[in-house]
Every structure is written in structure tokens, then in C-alpha cells.
């Protein structure tokens, strides 16, 4: 049974930084393509950023390229995302998920299994 657990969210000040974590249970990561959501109030879910070990590549939503970075360390079968220079506009329930391939997509729907989420607010 895969799971997935999203930690390191909280409140931050604009221009702060936060590193979330998803570790991820009961399959090996490298084999799938895991990706961060994020869903503010009122909004419809959308992709931030994706990793994918078998293509070698990682991908970004336009508008966060330079300001978030995604990681993984596969011993501890974990996956990063690194939000620097954070906006009040980044604030929202962010969420890892798992395709069971290995090619990153940005449609919600083709992830089939999804951590509870952690609540990043950017707020003075």
C-alpha cells in the first residue's frame, strides 16, 4: 500500500523560506513520477512542480521557475520542495502525489495516490 506523508509547512513572513517533505511508503520512488500540488481557498487544484528519476528531469509551472526547487533523496525515500522568496500568493494546502509511471504530468486526475497535505501560509 503506497503512502504518502507531507511535512515542514507553517506560517512564513513574504520574502521567507520553507522546505516541504513527502516520504513515501510501501513502493520505491525512482519508479514513479511524484509530484507537489497546491490548492488555495476557492481555487482549483494545480501542479507546481514534478520529478521523474527515469527521465532525469524535473518540471516547474512557469510562474515558480527560480523560486522552487524540487528534490529527492532516494535513501530516505523522500521528496523536496524547496520555496524561497515565498509570496502571499503561494499560500495553500500543498499536496504530494504518485503516477504509477514514470513521465510527470500536471493533470490532477492521473494521480492515483496522494498524501493529507501541509498548509503553507505567507503572511506578515
Known amino acids: 500500500q503506497v503512502q504518502l506523508v507531507e511535512s515542514g509547512g507553517g506560517l512564513v513572513q513574504p520574502g521567507g523560506s520553507l522546505r516541504l517533505s513527502c516520504t513515501v511508503s510501501?513502493?520505491?520512488?525512482?519508479?514513479?513520477?511524484i509530484a507537489w500540488f497546491r490548492q488555495a481557498p476557492g481555487k482549483e487544484r494545480e501542479a507546481v512542480s514534478c520529478?521523474?528519476?527515469?527521465?532525469?528531469?524535473?518540471y516547474y509551472i512557469e510562474s515558480l521557475k527560480g523560486r522552487f526547487t524540487i528534490s529527492k533523496d532516494s535513501a530516505k525515500n523522500t521528496v523536496y520542495l524547496q520555496m524561497n522568496s515565498l509570496k502571499p500568493e503561494d499560500t495553500a494546502v500543498y499536496y504530494c502525489?504518485?503516477?504509477?509511471?514514470?513521465?510527470?504530468?500536471?493533470?490532477?486526475?492521473?494521480?492515483?495516490?496522494w498524501g493529507q497535505g501541509t498548509q503553507v501560509t505567507v503572511s506578515s
Open positions: 502525489a504518485r503516477r504509477r509511471y514514470p513521465s510527470c504530468t500536471s493533470i490532477v486526475k492521473i494521480f492515483d495516490s
Open positions: 510501501g513502493v520505491t520512488l525512482d519508479y514513479y513520477a
Open positions: 520529478i521523474s528519476t527515469a527521465e532525469g528531469r524535473n
